[in-house]
């Protein structure tokens, strides 16, 4: 438990320090009239309280991801630990700030545009695709993973059952797309978000209560989850790509430019983009917390599961055994009602990325219609994938870990192009390094995960090298002729 404390008392200093640091490379502007004045429209540009902001930020950016990420990164041991704070401090929030504040600075610009800006035309195009085919994974796992909850508690968690399901959440996403942000999602999803924050303060609580032996840091880094089927794969990568939404995740630069669009002051940039990320690494780590407990400490036996269990029962047998029946509905909150907000922010996000890239204007519900209809047919197609084949989902969910953070190389190096650009300063190692890092996760686990080349599990360490010494050498390759052309 001195971990877990730490590690607590570490993100909350880290916000305070680091925070205010990162806040004062980027420098805004309180004078500045942002987007949500400038482009007012009354569907995607609306000012709103920043408390507001703060909470739907809060929750498109959570959904589930710090709570399933968490539980299945625990296994691994007390690196977990090390990986949220560490990760959300200099890496996740970094990205989340700048993203959300590169977005400000360009009239509430989209990723691609954001990347288009500062790594070209082509790199633009790239990753409108890669965008595009992440968020749509997004919305089709966050449609059939709470379907597949709810049919299990309505009804015998039949085939058809779970259909039914999908069709109500489907419908939810194309009201939730198309509305307004302030008609449906201002209204809503501040309460779920405080159905989340709620929850994690009482397993907290519970924690403190109990005070379990969990493993320490200081007991080993190694892997621990052997027995709990992680014997293959190996912490590098595969811890980083597991914890992404507690540490790091590349979905965040999709969402941070919707509420770019209605922040009222730059200035709120560090309490909304920063904090949100670091309060979603306090989450993740209340329930690396848990989680340990539930696999190491006999948590599992006390709640009446199993070592096996998947992250959902985890979930709802922790919060219904410590917390009881409202600790119940509150764990239906957190497994149902998070990623479908998740799930619907993802198809509103894609939405605005096509419309920026085809100078398509939003406040007709024509052109909403237009872009949503064919992209809903897409995602309809995934759907059917996933419930016609029983692999299917865990088959999409495994290229979506590695998408989410390979978007986030993106995003990071696409503000290391922004700050590398001012002369005589060297403010862009705060996201040159963790670009690196990330890198080197993405391009090790692909290279060794079975859905990408399958090479020898032994080789990350070498391969992660390799992909760290490239990117350096070649984005000082990339700053020295920068700077050259700029004389």
């Known amino acids: 438990m001195f971990s877990f404390l730490i590690s607590l008392a570490a993100l909350v200093a880290g916000y305070l320090l680091y925070g205010r640091f990162v806040e004062k490379v980027f420098g805004p502007d309180p004078s500045r009239k942002t ?89 633009r195009t790239v990753m409108l695709v890669f965008s595009m085919i992440l968020l749509l994974l997004v919305g089709t796992v966050f449609v059939y993973s709470p379907a597949l909850i709810l049919g299990d508690i309505a009804g015998d968690g039949t085939r058809t059952s779970i259909m039914i399901w999908v069709a109500v959440i489907f419908g939810y996403y194309i009201i939730a797309t198309l509305l307004p942000v302030d008609k449906l999602i201002g209204k809503v999803y501040p309460v779920f978000a405080f159905a989340l924050l709620f929850m994690a303060a009482a397993l907290m609580v519970g924690l403190f209560v109990k005070w379990p032996a969990i493993p320490e840091v200081w007991d080993g880094l190694g892997n621990m989850g052997g027995d709990l089927g992680l014997a293959d794969q190996p912490i590098f990568p595969c811890l980083f790509i597991t914890i992404a939404c507690g540490a790091i995740s590349g979905f965040h630069a999709t969402q941070s430019p919707l509420m770019a669009r209605c922040v009222e002051n730059e200035k709120l940039g560090r309490p909304i983009f920063y904090g949100s990320m670091i309060t979603e690494g306090i989450v993740a780590l209340v329930w690396a917390a848990v989680s340990s407990y539930f696999f190491y400490a006999g948590g599992a036996q006390e709640v009446g599961s199993t070592l096996s269990a998947a992250a959902p029962t985890v979930v709802t047998k922790v919060s219904s055994g410590w917390l009881g029946l409202f600790g119940g509905i509150l764990a239906i909150l957190g497994v149902v009602a998070a990623p479908i907000t998740s799930g619907d922010t993802a198809f509103r996000s894609a939405r605005l990325i096509i419309a920026d890239f085809a100078g398509i204007q939003q406040k007709s519900i024509r052109n909403r219609l237009f872009i949503c209809i064919p992209m809903f047919l897409a995602a309809s197609l995934l759907l059917w994938y996933n419930v016609a084949d029983e692999n299917g989902f865990n088959v999409i969910w495994r290229y979506f870990g590695w998408a989410n953070q390979t978007l986030a190389v993106f995003a990071l190096w696409a503000a290391t192009s922004c700050l590398a650009r001012r002369k005589g300063s060297l403010a862009y190692l705060i996201t040159l390094l963790p670009a690196v890092f990330m890198t080197a996760v993405c391009t090790t686990y692909i290279c060794i995960a079975k859905i990408g080349f399958n090479m020898p599990g032994d080789w990350n360490f070498a391969i992660g090298a390799v992909a760290i010494v490239a990117s350096f050498v070649l984005f000082f390759w990339w700053k020295i002729n920068y700077d050259k052309n700029a004389r």
């Not at 609306?46 to 902001?53: E, L, N, R, T």
């Not at 630990?81 to 590169?102: Q, S």
């Open 35 to 123: 987007p949500a004045i400038t482009k007012a429209d009354g569907v995607d540009f609306i000012a709103m309280p920043s408390w507001k902001v703060f909470m739907i930020q809060f929750l498109n950016i959570a959904g589930t991801g710090p709570i399933f990420g968490a539980i299945m990164g625990a296994k691994f041991g007390p690196s977990s630990y090390l990986w949220i704070v560490f990760g959300c401090i200099f890496a996740g929030a970094v990205h989340d700030y700048f993203t959300g504040m590169l977005s400000i600075r360009g009239g509430g610009a989209s990723l691609p545009d954001i990347v288009g800006q500062y790594l070209g035309k082509t790199t």
